[in-house]
């Protein structure tokens, strides 16, 4: 019996979208105020969903501690309070957008978990916009 089990998380940081092979009037005309030079902010909301068997011996499909722990140590160190464009290394010259903030945080659980389970990751960058990855 396939089951998803989901575990919420939360973080903040500090991002500027910019393409280094644009002009000014060109990052600013695509990106509007997220081009701010001094950076912006968002309280990012995470939705860690993963799927797989029920375990006859546990009643678990995943212990929701060590998913935990996992998103802990692969999502929560690794971006609160950061700007993801100076602190970051996967953003050093991938820009921030939430889509790539979606796929970084994919990959970073993925290789934490055992291949019996599917992953996928939701970003809510404010309350009303965000991404999945994969995408169903």
Known sequence: M???????AHFNAAHRLHNAYWNDEKNKQ???PC?????????????????????PQTGFVINLDELKQHIKREVEDHLDHK????????????????EN???VIWERL???????YDLSV??????????EYPAD
């Open 122 to 131: 939701r970003l809510f960058e404010t309350p009303r916009n965000y991404v």
């Open 35 to 55: 081009n701010n030079p001094n950076y912006h902010g968002h309280n990012y909301e995470i939705e860690v969903k993963v799927t797989g068997e029920v375990d």
């Open 83 to 98: 700007n993801l464009n100076l602190d970051v290394p996967e953003f050093k010259t991938l820009n921030p957008t939430a």
């Open 101 to 103: 903030i979606v796929r």
């Open 110 to 116: 993925r290789v934490k978990l055992e291949d019996k």
């Open 2 to 8: 396939r089951t998803a089990v989901f575990r919420r």
């Open 30 to 32: 695509i990106f509007g």
